[in-house]
């Protein structure tokens, strides 16, 4: 194997209890899955996430819903104990089958959709099929607006039996700002589309809104304690639906003024989930002048030993970590230390710098090096951690000018459990 994601239980598990917490009251978590957790790999944090009492899951999409299924029930878990699953993505004609015969949740908000699944129930002459009702209150991107359109789709769920509105939820665009006015302004939206739906006599069981985000940026808006009272006014139960803090991250707070300051909940207590690992499998000496990898925009200016790693950026491993002379790049950690990258991260390989953790050559060693007898020796087949302990996933965001979702998510190697 050359790479390989390493999960821990412990930490997944903490940060899902810490978001319970911090959540409060009795509002539920739904614990998001999709895109293969983040990388993480959905069939892995599912069971866990089970296990650690996540009564819903989100995919993205019916097939992720159906891998899911089937691992929680690989991994021994009573399917009448199995959370449910929200699939997050709007459906398309085909997956209808899936959703029913898996019992995934889908996400609805145009009549197109409501066609193609009420069709499929009659066909497979099913129980009503739960669904969750998006609602767009200012992202332009899933759901049905508050007013009119909702009232369409109302009267449509009103005149038909096969499908049941179980959930009512909405997506915050701007969660990770402080006081944020376009948060008031989708909060507003959403009232209204959940009083639109009171007056229908409609009553879903869940109303949810609010990410990792949401749950780390309570400040003076209170946007949880308002959900709960929402979600009351309706008979339903509150939930949210962090992702990315159940892998360890959260974005920083961004604060629009200074008379209110971030004030994070849950940062600073999440603890990265993931430890992304691989082996060398060359070490060499180069001397002066050599230059390393595409284009040589890394030459050596001293002897240096460097460790080659089967790993590139079709594992996902960015090129912007690339290193010249002039721009440092990523690193590894090898025996615990730093191994700086050196020039260019190629498709499959990568070069690091382990001088400093092994010993350049006995002469070099003698004439830089006191005290020898600290330096560890490497062999071929060493692990080398690429993400985790000494190297984040904001650490390789920082470098390739973009947020730690977007590296944890495009991680590919296959996961397994460690403690
Ligand atoms: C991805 C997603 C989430 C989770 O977001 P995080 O920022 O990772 O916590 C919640 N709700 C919806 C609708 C999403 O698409």
Redesign the pocket.
């Known amino acids: 194997m050359k790479s390989w994601v390493e999960i821990s239980e412990k930490r997944l598990t903490a940060n899902y209890q810490l978001l319970k917490n911090a959540a409060g009251g009795d509002t539920a978590v739904l614990a998001?899955v999709?895109a293969n957790a983040?990388g993480h790999g959905a069939a892995v944090c599912a069971p866990v996430l089970t296990r650690a009492g996540a009564p819903w899951l989100?995919v993205t999409d019916a097939a992720e819903g159906a891998c899911v299924r089937k691992a929680l029930t690989a991994a021994g878990i009573d399917p009448k104990k199995q959370p449910q699953i929200l699939v997050?993505s709007g459906p398309l004609p085909e997956d209808a089958d899936k959703l029913l015969s898996h019992r995934l949740t889908p996400v609805v908000w145009q009549q197109e959709q409501f066609v193609w699944l009420s069709a499929a129930v009659t066909k497979h002459n099913s129980a009503p099929l739960p669904i969750h009702l998006e609602i767009d209150t200012g992202m332009a991107r899933q759901g049905v607006a508050p007013g009119e359109d909702l009232s369409a789709v109302l009267q449509w769920l009103k005149n038909h039996t096969t499908l049941q509105l179980d959930g009512v939820f909405t997506?915050f665009a701007s969660s990770e700002v402080a006081a944020s006015p376009q948060t008031l302004l989708q909060r507003k939206r959403f009232e209204q589309a959940i009083a639109q739906i009171a007056s229908s006599g409609l009553r879903p069981t869940w109303v949810h809104a609010g990410?990792?985000?949401t749950v780390d940026n309570q400040g003076t808006e209170e946007n949880l304690p308002w959900l709960r009272t929402l979600a009351s006014t309706i008979g339903a139960r509150s939930m949210v639906?962090?992702?990315?803090?159940l892998y360890g991250y959260c974005l920083p707070i961004e604060s629009t003024n200074a008379s209110t300051p971030p004030q994070p909940e849950i940062e600073a207590s999440l603890q990265p989930v993931m430890t992304w690992k691989t082996r060398i499998i060359g070490l060499r000496d180069i001397h002066p002048g050599d230059s390393v990898g595409y284009n040589g925009i890394f030459a050596a200016d001293k002897p240096m030993r460097l460790a080659l790693l089967p790993i590139g950026y079709a594992d996902g491993l960015r090129r912007e970590l690339s290193a010249s002379n002039t721009r440092p790049g990523g690193w590894a950690m090898i025996h615990g230390k730093p191994a700086p990258f050196v020039g260019r991260v190629s498709m499959n390989l990568t070069i690091v710098d382990v001088s400093e953790i092994a010993a350049v050559s006995e002469a070099a060693a003698v004439s830089e090096i006191t005290a020898v007898s600290e330096i560890e020796d490497l062999a071929l087949g060493d692990e080398v951690v690429i993400l985790g302990d000494g190297i984040t996933a904001n650490d390789h965001a920082h470098l390739a000018n973009t947020i730690a979702?977007e590296i944890v998510c495009g991680v590919r190697a296959s996961s397994q459990l460690s403690a």
């Open positions: 998001v999709k983040y989100g997050m997506h990410n990792s985000s639906r962090p992702g990315i803090a979702y």
